[in-house]
């Protein structure tokens, strides 16, 4: 159905091959009931539309009711005026009528008129008068105006020939088919009911958790019950959580300087105030937050194993500093895993998970590198006296991840495909981190510092030059590379020069074209 | 690996079918060289255990480094000395030692000598001190506290023979199977690099919102850009963005009075004030809203088609009255059509969303219903002015719904199916309603009022009665019969005696003889 009342200029025409029959413009002044103009009442009928005619006149006929062309209370037309004005049967009038009065629009009143409601408002506004406009924008609540000064976080942009980009998996390595088969597969006996019905486990899908579990104690020495794992859709919905139970206004969270802005805008979304500590080589300086004991902080948030976006990595005498530290003052540690599955050459430190005796840390883990970053699967294992509050405020005030997803990872990771496929990303991710810094020193020689290459996907590299970050994101990118720096993660005053170099998504070639074309650039 | 150092009793036994060699047990006192019983180190090491023997080594002196029995700076013994008191090769002491060495327990020092680094702290607590345990339970959060007190919404309890249970759907006959092929056949061509990506659109899959924007034009009327469609993993993302975006401390939200107590929590939960407006029969009062101008209300919630749980319908002209109060007040409307896609005789109210003019409205769509629960995808139809500000604040603070899912999704709505499948259930839950209604009439003939028949998968009943809800669920339940009482929902005083009684998941057999059970008990 084609609507065309408020364009005079059109009278006959067609309209998407339709032909339209327009039956005049003339808004009438008054509201009695002889004084519509029935045979140019501004409606248009489409005989070719699919919607069927008494649906279209009703239709038309609610437009001229709520834009006041027929006010409340007034008396309508008869059914064989508006057949003659309309050119449709007497029963398509008939039918449309029904339909409006059992809407409300329209009331049947003595004899056989037909009047127009008296309970609609008399004319409804077309447009938001302009005050009312600026006033709904203004009345944002101060979170949605910070956020809405932020650029994207990913913004689909022209794609350089060699992006270096650290939120980047391998994309032709993914187990994408073997994944899209379970999916097709998961096995419905016992699940069914559940499946059919709202997920009645608010921690999650428990052959999941149960599957999880046994994966953290195998690859990470992390002795974790069931009843402690939590699934949850990602790092946002577990800092939401996190957020809404243990801050309140006005509490003080630490975060790494620098760090993921996500994570600093999560705790302050709650009203909660972040404090950014520095991070250095071995990772979030402990001492600062042991040394100011007056700090009322709830909850220290890290990235200990492959610091986002430095690289850094935690050392031993930090953590179990941090978890004695968290032990007395009753604070949590929440302990961010993000790309931890992937370690080249040295030995694994422990997760500060594996080394908490007080219970005192929050695990957050990710399957967003390891399988693909769309699967939206994350987990959280929790300290086991806050997993009853964590399931009630999950279950009141957040979704559960899809259980078709759910049940399609837990066949995954028990039929064993989980560790098959990390093993061979860890070979194919170590060759390209090693093509990496085989070319980052041959091209840049003593002009670069190196963090970060113990594990991960990506690396942090400073280089020694007088450009601005800004001058060599350009000319990289008019060279074909794209490289991201580390500036925006910063909360306070940021260093230069340095980068954050994800090879991840890279071909060896592709590696040291992309070193070389920066050196030309940057040395 | 067993480790039983602090049970005094274990000296050599069999756990779990391994032999464990028990190797003493006495705590030294000092620290210095010498002093350590290298012959009774209580050390655990188990030849039947999968885990490699420089593994348990290695595992086995961090344990005594961090219980302090090897105390910080001390000097470890010797290699040699540690081959014969545990009977293992030196290689495999010299490779824990490594271990430890490179994950920062141990350093080399001057000779041979091995020392535990300096920087361990010099014992680490076993258990939080009960102060502390205390300390962190109180300090969660008053959201936390509150919602920790609630009953879990859906909890496993015993299945009654015939539950009328509101949540339910009809379990038998959903389009799981249809679903299932989808989501192993979704297509890759354009969407595999989104796919391995990050999802970079953050309204979510664009050929799901472009499927959404048909299916509401052609099903409710709502003429919905896809730009304007955001999907989300469920009405609590849906509300948390909100909440986030609209809602500051000490903020006025009004819901309905009965309300399902999520949404109620879910604005509170950003520390607004939630009024609660009585509902009638013809849906929320809104004219009390209108006559208290002064009340700085930002926005209005409610479930125009279907009240829940009252089931009534919000009339015309207080659809009429309630856009143009939105549009001159400046507060938006958020409309939640939970069930909405099932009607029957009547023809449906307009949407709202289809009346909104003024664009003040803010829909919300579920698939929970039409689908299955478990599926957790629903949309949201925003203003145009706010589309921005929601995709910055959903990229920011919460998760997309996994992309293989919004893939099937799409595939299935583009197919025709979920339009032929609604078109199915419609059949089957109109009988079952029928039914329901006509068992009512029948047992309770005047003894119960009843609404909401004209929509949804439940109705409200009020039964004349005089025993309190309590006695009526026992009594039920011990008569095989599960249903709800309306009292939990209000958020002030509970009328007794009403109840919502949902049909979807059961055969007409069930129902006749669940209602013919209940008037044995009520009458």
Redesign the interface.
């Known amino acids: 159905m084609t609507v065309c009342g408020r364009f005079p200029f059109c009278n006959s025409y067609k309209w998407f091959g339709e032909t339209v029959l327009e039956l005049g413009m003339n808004k009438p002044g008054g509201g009695g009931l002889r004084n519509y103009n029935v045979p140019n009442l501004p409606v248009v009928i489409s005989r070719q539309s699919r919607v069927a005619l008494p649906q279209q006149v009703g239709?038309e006929l609610?437009r001229l009711i709520?834009e006041g062309y027929f006010r409340p209370g007034s008396v309508l037309p008869s059914s064989r005026a508006l057949c003659d004005a309309l050119k449709v049967g007497r029963s398509t009038i008939i039918e449309a009528f029904e339909?409006l009065k059992?809407?409300?629009?329209l009331v049947a009143s003595a004899g056989s008129a037909t009047r127009v409601?008296e309970?609609?408002?008399s004319a409804?506004?077309?447009?938001?008068?302009p005050d009312?406009?600026e006033?709904?924008?203004n009345?944002?609540?101060?979170?949605?105006n910070r956020?809405?000064k932020?650029a994207?976080?990913?913004?689909?942009t022209v794609e350089p020939e060699i992006p270096f980009y650290c939120?980047?998996?391998a994309?032709d390595a993914?187990p994408?088919r073997e994944?899209?088969?379970l999916?097709?597969?998961?096995s419905?006996s016992a699940e069914?009911?559940?499946?059919?019905?709202?997920?009645?486990?608010?921690l999650g899908h428990r052959p999941l958790r149960d599957a999880i579990s046994k994966y953290l104690e195998k690859s990470k020495?992390i002795k974790a019950d069931p009843q402690q794992i939590l699934i949850?859709?990602?790092?946002?919905?577990a800092l939401?959580l996190i957020s809404?139970?243990?801050?309140?206004?006005g509490d003080l969270a630490v975060v790494e300087e620098p760090c993921y802005?996500?994570v600093r805008?999560?705790f302050e979304?709650e009203?909660a105030s972040t404090v950014s500590l520095r991070v250095d080589a071995e990772g979030l300086t402990v001492d600062n937050l042991l040394r100011a004991p007056s700090l009322r902080v709830?909850l220290v948030y890290l990235t200990p194993t492959h610091q986002f976006p430095t690289g850094s990595r935690l050392?031993?005498?930090r953590r179990?500093?941090l978890?004695?530290w968290a032990?007395?003052?009753?604070?949590?540690i929440v302990e961010d895993e993000h790309d931890s599955e992937f370690t080249y050459g040295?030995?694994p430190?422990?997760a500060l998970k594996a080394?908490d005796?007080?219970?005192?840390v929050i695990y957050i883990g990710n399957f967003?590198k390891v399988m693909?970053?769309?699967?939206?699967?994350a987990y959280m294992v929790l300290p086991r006296?806050l997993t009853?509050?964590y399931?009630?405020?999950r279950?009141?005030?957040?979704?559960?991840?899809?259980?078709?997803?759910q049940c399609a990872l837990a066949d995954f990771i028990q039929r064993g495909l989980l560790r098959k496929h990390i093993r061979r990303m860890q070979g194919i991710y170590e060759a390209r981190r090693d093509v990496l810094l085989a070319s980052l020193s041959w091209y840049f020689g003593d002009k670069v510092q190196i963090r970060g290459e113990h594990a991960g996907l990506h690396l942090y590299v400073r280089f020694e030059t007088t450009l601005s970050d800004a001058e060599i994101v350009d000319r990289a990118l008019q060279a074909g590379v794209g490289i991201t720096p580390i500036a925006p993660y910063y909360a306070g005053l940021a260093p230069q020069s340095e980068f954050v170099l994800g090879f991840a998504d890279l071909e060896t070639a592709e590696i040291r074209e992309g070193i070389r074309r920066l050196a030309e650039i940057i040395l």
Request: proline share 9%; no cysteine.
């Open positions: 239709d609610k709520l339909q059992s809407e409300g629009y409601s309970n609609i408002p409804m506004p077309e447009a938001p008068l009312t406009h006033l709904r924008l009345s944002l609540s101060d979170y949605a956020v809405h932020e994207l976080l990913y913004e689909r939120w980047r998996i994309r993914t994408l994944f899209k088969q999916m097709s597969r998961f419905l069914q009911e559940m499946l059919l019905d709202y997920q009645e486990d608010p020495g949850v859709t990602g790092l946002p919905q939401n809404r139970i243990h801050l309140e206004r802005p996500p805008k999560g979304s009203g709830r050392s031993l005498a179990l500093n978890l004695t032990g007395t003052s009753g604070a949590f040295a030995n430190m422990p080394l005796k007080l219970d005192s967003a693909f970053p769309s699967l939206s699967v006296d009853g509050v399931a009630k405020v279950q009141y005030g957040s979704d559960a991840v899809p259980l078709p997803i």
